[in-house]
C-alpha cells in the first residue's frame, strides 16, 4: 500500500525538509503552511497519515487536529518546540498520536511515521476482518446481505432478487467457477 503523508509545518524549510524525508522513504508527501490548509488537503487527498506543527499562523496545529478528528482517524504526529510535559499531554489528549519535540533526528522522525503507519494498517486490516459477517467488500463494491443493498463506489446499484444471490454467491466463494448448470441448481434449485 502506497502511503500519503501530509506537512503541516509554517516554516518552508523544515516543511520541505521533512517532505524529502518522507519521499525518500517512498511515501507520497502533501505539503501545506497552516491548520488550515492542512484541513483542506485532508479533504482533498487520502491522507494516511499526518505531520503537524503545534504553532502556526492563520490556523494553529491544536485546532486543526481537532477539527480534523471529527472525520478522520489516521495517525497524527505534533511536532513542537515546546518540550514542557503539560504541552505533550495537551496534544496527546485532544487527539495526536504521538509527540515530537524541536529540534528532532530525521531518522527518529521516520521510524516514528513508519511505526504509525504499521499499526494503523493493522487497525484498518483488523476492522475489514471483523465488519459485519452479512456484508462483503471486494474493492470498491459492497454487498449487504441483511438489507440486499449493493453499492459499487458508494453508488446504489440496481438488481433483481435473483442477480443478488448470484453476486452473493460469488461473494461468498471467491476464485470459484461456476458452470451454468450448478448456478442453475444453486439459486434457482432443483425443479428448474
Sequence with gaps: ???????????????????????????????????????????????????????????????MVMEARKQHDFPILFLSAKSEDIDKITGLNIGADDYITKPFQSMELVARVRSHLRRYEQI??????TKNEDEYVIGDLTLNNTTKRVTLNS??????????????????????????????????????
Design 124 to 129: 484498518l486490516n483488523l476492522k475489514n476482518e
Design 155 to 192: 453508488k446504489d446499484i440496481k438488481l433483481t432478487p435473483k442477480e443478488f444471490d448470484i453476486l452473493k454467491l460469488l461473494a461468498e466463494n471467491p476464485g470459484k467457477i461456476y458452470s451454468r448448470e450448478q448456478l442453475l441448481t444453486i439459486i434457482w434449485g432443483t425443479k428448474y
Design 1 to 63: 500500500m502506497e502511503h500519503t503523508i501530509l506537512v503541516v509545518e509554517d516554516e518552508q524549510g523544515i516543511r520541505e525538509a521533512i517532505g524529502i524525508y518522507m519521499k525518500n522513504q517512498g511515501y507520497n508527501v502533501i505539503l501545506a503552511a497552516n491548520g488550515k490548509e492542512g484541513l483542506e488537503k485532508i479533504e482533498t487527498n487520502d491522507i494516511h497519515l499526518a505531520i503537524v506543527d503545534i504553532m502556526m499562523p492563520v490556523m494553529d496545529g491544536i485546532s
